[in-house]
């Protein structure tokens, strides 16, 4: 995707501890375009006024004689994320949210730089967030020299936690949060801020960055490591496939409610991920009906995939290869125990996409 990079590794959490198989993301926003929002993410406002100005731009490298960043380079200057918007209204929190992953345990580290702001100065990341109403956040405040931790639940947000410290502005601070089960961490520049948190409120969420009012504030150096989480639609796929190995294709198709209209959201091939359904699986959920095609070599059989209520709510394309005499009837058959595997782990459209 642009401007990230993704692999598995065996990551260190914030502890020191090794994570076997963890997932390890770095955001450089090295292939994005200058002067415009990263790629993979969304603004949002949380509040009210105008929305933030998101956009990837250029910032003098830290003086000699600091460490530098690992980040790529441009002539002096490094990429880095930035809300540029100036309106002052008080109650105001434009966020960037990374909106094609969801978080449950993790640890991230990010470079964050306050270099504005007549009514506010802060910067934060807000994190485990289901929307612009349920999320956790953490920010600093280089005209109050804080830090603060808070919950928002209904759009109703917390009393924050939090301490008093120095927190300059026009200088890069390293924000370290680590998720693990219940449990919240919080780290400044190397150094423990809060007493551990327990929190049960939101297990796994999005995340984003975080800013106030009329503050301006840069983000680099944002590094990731976390549990990977599988939806359900793609646990599915894969142990089907363990389990019948001579398949040659799988796909599920089903309307996510962040996207239009029927889509495939999992995929023996994950490069179809995403792209939309035809009119064959949007019949088969809208009529509850099942469909048999031939291919080259292949047979093509689409079934309805029920929820506990019996209500149609996917399509599952099974892809197989056809036996001497194939008829439609036993090409249903053959497909249906594969239904019939799925539906019980499958209570509803949510819990598919969850």
């Known amino acids: 995707m ?21 997932a390890q993301r770095n955001l450089d926003f090295a292939n994005d375009k200058l002067d415009a929002p990263p790629a993979a993410f969304r603004s949002t406002l949380v509040g009210t006024g105008r929305p933030g100005q998101w956009k990837v731009m250029l910032d003098d490298i830290v003086p000699t004689g600091t460490v530098l960043s690992t980040e790529p380079t441009f002539g002096g200057k490094q990429r880095v994320l930035a809300q540029v918007s100036r309106d002052p209204t008080d109650e105001r929190f434009p966020m960037l949210i990374l909106d094609d992953e969801v978080f449950g345990d993790f640890t991230v580290t990010a470079k964050l730089k306050v270099v504005g702001g007549a009514i506010e100065q ?53 924000l370290g949060l680590e998720c693990k089960g219940n449990r919240i961490r919080f780290r400044l520049n190397g150094n423990d801020v809060l007493p551990e948190i327990t929190d049960s409120t939101f297990i796994r969420g999005k995340l984003g960055f975080w800013t106030k009012s009329d503050s301006v504030s840069y983000f680099r150096d944002i590094r990731l490591t976390y549990t990977p ?21 799988l796909k599920i198709f089903a309307a996510s409610p962040d996207k239009p209209g029927v889509r495939i959201v999992a995929s023996d091939d994950e490069n179809e991920l995403g792209q939309p359904a035809g009119k064959v699986e949007e019949d088969v959920i809208a009529k509850d009906a099942m469909f048999y095609g ?42 249906l125990p594969i239904i019939k595997l799925m539906e019980p782990r499958v209570p509803s459209l949510k819990d598919l996409l969850d």
Request: hydrophobic fraction near 45%.
């Open 2 to 22: 642009p401007g990230l990079r993704c692999f598995i590794v065996a990551g260190l959490t914030a502890a020191g501890m090794c994570v076997a198989g963890a």
């Open 122 to 174: 802060m910067a934060g990341i807000a994190f485990r967030l289901q929307d612009e109403k349920g999320y956790y956040a953490a920010r600093i405040d280089a005209l109050a020299n804080t830090f603060r931790f808070y919950r928002v639940v209904g759009g109703v947000r917390d009393q924050a936690i939090g301490t008093n410290l120095v927190v300059a502005p026009n200088v890069w601070h390293e």
């Open 229 to 249: 989480h599988e939806y359900l639609a793609r646990l599915l796929v894969r142990d089907t496939l363990k389990r019948y190995p001579r398949l040659l294709g």
């Open 294 to 335: 031939r291919g080259k070599g292949q047979a093509l059989i689409t079934l309805p995939l029920h929820d506990r209520n019996g209500v149609a709510i996917a399509a599952v394309r099974v892809v197989l290869k056809p036996m001497i005499g194939q008829t439609e009837q036993n090409a249903i058959g053959r497909a």
